[in-house]
């Protein structure tokens, strides 16, 4: 396999290179060029000089370069699946949706509309706000769903007549490098560059004099240091970080009609999401019976490779997050807790972890206080759901939540206190082009997808008019 970065419509390697490992069985598997400084400038320079012509073309062409986008995805989807899969380790059915969906989000968001607003239309006066690009921005994204994630922040800044460099994680660089290869006929040179590299290579595109935004998707920590490198230049922010969700399960829900839905919600991509479940507190008149339900779904599953067809849990992405995952496990036994399926380590190569079901865990305990990111779940008990809402929203975290009980009213009420961005009502992990999605407190700045998201790619440009000159 032979990868390249993409600078100003061009294959590019670089002195460096990154080993790429199949966390399937924890062997590189491939190598790609490890971008530097100097390919960073590069990048920057060619996707500065495409901006002025990119920015003149209208949103109708631009809208039809995202459409050819989605295109792409859609025409090379088998070939993208099949390669996320192996540096991913997700299930190729899920691969093949990420790309799809990729895809469609793609072109939802490029279908809307954003026109200058009229503030005041009088005799004398006009006043209207216009949006303009804002030059380059800088797209840096986690190893969990490198396509899909990049997907949001690339439609978003290009079809706002931005232009992009983007770079995947340094875990999972080979599907983005391919997509890269795959857009350089179909887009201006210079207008999507990818760089492969490393966390400094995140850092200084975090404090590049010429990127003028940065969209992050990551860690809290990373974030966190994204937002003090960007504060240099004054660089505008979308910070899409980790969560701690909850979900608050009443007394009147059907437990074992609940049960698969919210196990999906917390392993699918084995607990890699940001959105997933990471708490239950489930009302104690159907405690046992929805734990029990659980560990019957966790039961069921399949852990494997992820290019098994029979699959439907793949591995721990990369070793550091096996071994914070491992931790979290062995934590959790020493504890006491009741651990009722998984918790043991398969004795084979590659970063296995079976999906846990954990009942009685001490509410201070690591796993429910952090984000497990990782295959393991508390389920926690209450008597009275203002002790729910307390427990849900006492967390730095605020990405987002749900309520489930037969009576919506009720559960509505219950989800607008959570302190989120997104609360949903009897589901979870939703999200729709046109609706915003993005933390609240630690879990974000900012908000991805719909127009208010679309307009954070742009700067507000307020245009004046006195109707008389004298
Ligand atoms: P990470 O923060 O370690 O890395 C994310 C990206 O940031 C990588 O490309 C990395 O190279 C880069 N990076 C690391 N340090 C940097 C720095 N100082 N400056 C600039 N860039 C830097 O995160 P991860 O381990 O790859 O991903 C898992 C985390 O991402 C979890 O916390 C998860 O919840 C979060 N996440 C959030 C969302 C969301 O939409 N809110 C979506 C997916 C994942």
């Not at 009720?410 to 979870?428: D, F, K, M, P």
Request: aromatic share 6%; charged share 20%; with cysteine.
């Amino acid at each position: 396999m032979d990868f390249s970065l993409t600078i100003n419509g061009q294959a590019h390697g670089a002195g460096q290179s990154l080993e790429v490992v199949d966390p399937s069985t924890g062997e590189v598997f491939a190598r790609c060029p490890a971008a530097g400084p100097a390919e960073l400038d590069q990048a920057v320079a060619a996707a500065r000089r495409a901006f002025g012509p990119w920015r003149q073309r209208s949103f109708a062409e631009r809208r039809a370069a995202i459409s050819r986008v989605a295109e792409v995805l859609r025409v090379h989807q088998e070939e993208l699946a099949v390669l996320l899969t192996r540096e991913q380790g997700k299930p190729l059915g899920q691969s093949r949706d990420e790309i799809t969906r990729a895809a469609t989000q793609s072109e939802g968001m490029a279908a809307i509309a954003i026109e200058p607003e009229v503030i005041v239309e009088s005799a004398e006066r006009h006043i209207e706000l216009r949006y303009e690009p804002l030059g380059v921005v800088g797209i840096i994204t986690p190893w969990n769903a490198p396509i899909n994630l990049a997907a949001g922040p690339l439609t978003s800044a290009l079809y706002t007549g931005n232009t992009a460099v983007l770079k995947p994680s340094p875990h999972t660089p080979l599907t983005t490098l391919r997509l890269g290869e795959l857009l350089r006929p179909v887009l201006p040179a210079g207008v999507l560059n990818v760089l492969a590299g490393g966390d400094e290579l995140g850092a200084a595109m975090a404090a590049h004099p010429h990127i003028d935004k940065i969209a992050f998707t990551g860690s809290v920590e990373a974030g966190k240091k994204v937002m003090a490198s960007a504060a240099g230049t004054l660089k505008r922010l979308t910070l899409e970080l980790g969560g701690n969700d909850a979900a608050i399960v009443l007394e009147d829900v059907d437990p074992l009609a609940v049960a698969p839905k919210l196990f999906f919600a917390a392993f699918v991509n084995s607990g890699q999401v940001c959105m997933a479940v990471k708490r239950i507190y489930a009302h104690e008149s159907i405690y046992e019976a929805l734990c029990a339900a659980l560990a019957a779904e966790a039961r069921k599953a399949k852990l494997g490779r992820g290019a098994d067809p029979s699959t439907t849990l793949g591995p721990i992405q990369n070793r550091e997050q096996y071994e914070r995952v491992t931790a979290l496990l062995a934590e959790t036994r020493r504890s006491g807790a009741r651990i009722l399926c998984g918790g043991e380590l398969p004795q084979t190569p590659g970063y296995f972890v079976p999906p846990t079901v954990v009942a009685d865990v001490d509410e201070t305990s690591r796993l429910v206080q952090e984000e497990q990111f990782g295959p393991i779940l508390p389920v926690l008990r209450f008597r009275d759901v203002e002790d729910a809402i307390r427990r849900a929203n006492d967390t730095r975290y605020g990405l987002s939540g749900s309520v489930w009980s037969r009576d919506t009213a009720r559960a509505a009420e219950i989800a607008a206190r959570l302190e989120v961005g997104t609360a949903w009502v009897n589901q979870h992990r939703t999200t729709a082009a046109t609706v915003p999605f993005g933390g609240a407190k630690e879990s974000g700045v900012g908000r991805q997808y719909s127009v208010l998201g679309l307009k954070s790619y742009m700067e507000p440009r307020v245009l004046s008019i006195l109707k008389s000159a004298g």
